[in-house]
């Protein structure tokens, strides 16, 4: 079975571009998460989807993130005008259910220049 | 506010002996704890997990000990192969959302 998948593996971007990152969760978890790990850290939470509740976004570090969820299927996370400190692997997890085991895709690198 | 903390930021071990991997958390609202596994390029994959009500769970060469007065949970592989090399990540969390620690760097040498 399909784990989770994102898009693109990789993106370098210049300083004040937008970017948008894509996940798609396992087929029937209704529970979407994204995450940040800046080099040398840990993963820090950004974002909880669940069903059709208003999502979680207490995570989102600034106004220029965004994200949105079709349903209980694709996540893209935005990020407008970037700066060099977005710089970072973004994650996507899925699960089940809310407070189930999480289950990460390969993450999508960024490098802002 | 680190909620979670791996204080080794590397461990190197010898191919056949235990690897003991350590976490600390402050938050004793906590009631379930994970344990991740990341290869370079890869997303962490889930390892083994227990809950606020149990102080031991094992799955094979891992087990997991919960110590809830310490506030501190520890993995134990053994015993250790090549194959674990990967960087480890506890994470614990109350409801939804997961706060992992910084990782822990295991070097499984043959």
């Known amino acids: 079975g399909a784990g989770v998948s994102q898009s693109p593996s990789n993106k370098v971007t210049e300083k004040g571009k937008d970017v948008e990152l894509r996940c798609d969760p396992i087929?029937?978890?209704?529970?979407l998460y994204w995450y940040r790990q800046r080099l040398g850290q840990g993963l820090e939470f950004l974002i909880y989807?669940?069903?059709?509740?208003?999502?979680?976004k207490s995570g989102l570090p600034s106004d220029r993130f965004s994200a949105e969820r079709t349903g209980e299927s694709v996540s893209t996370l935005t990020i407008q005008r970037t700066q060099q400190e977005d710089s970072a692997v973004y994650l996507c997890?899925?699960?089940?259910?809310?407070?189930?085991?999480?289950?990460f895709g390969p993450g999508t690198r960024l490098l802002v220049l | 506010d680190q909620q979670v903390k791996q204080n080794s930021p590397s461990l190197s071990v010898q191919e056949g002996r235990i690897s003991i991997l350590n976490c600390d958390y402050t938050n004793s609202m906590f009631d379930y704890f994970l344990w991740y596994k990341k290869y370079p390029a890869e997303g962490p994959t889930f390892l083994i997990s227990i809950s606020s009500i149990k102080d031991k769970n094992e799955d094979g060469r891992f087990t997991v000990f919960l110590n809830k007065s310490a506030k501190h949970l520890s993995l134990h592989i053994v015993p250790s192969q090549p194959g674990d090399s990967a960087v480890y990540f506890c994470?614990?969390?109350?409801?939804?959302?997961?706060?992992f620690g910084a990782g822990t760097i295991l070097r499984v040498k043959s």
């Open positions: 994470a614990a969390s109350r409801g939804n959302k997961l706060v």
């Open positions: 997890a899925s699960s089940y259910g809310a407070g189930e085991t999480q289950y």
């Open positions: 087929s029937g978890h209704t529970a």
């Open positions: 989807f669940q069903g059709n509740s208003a999502p979680d």
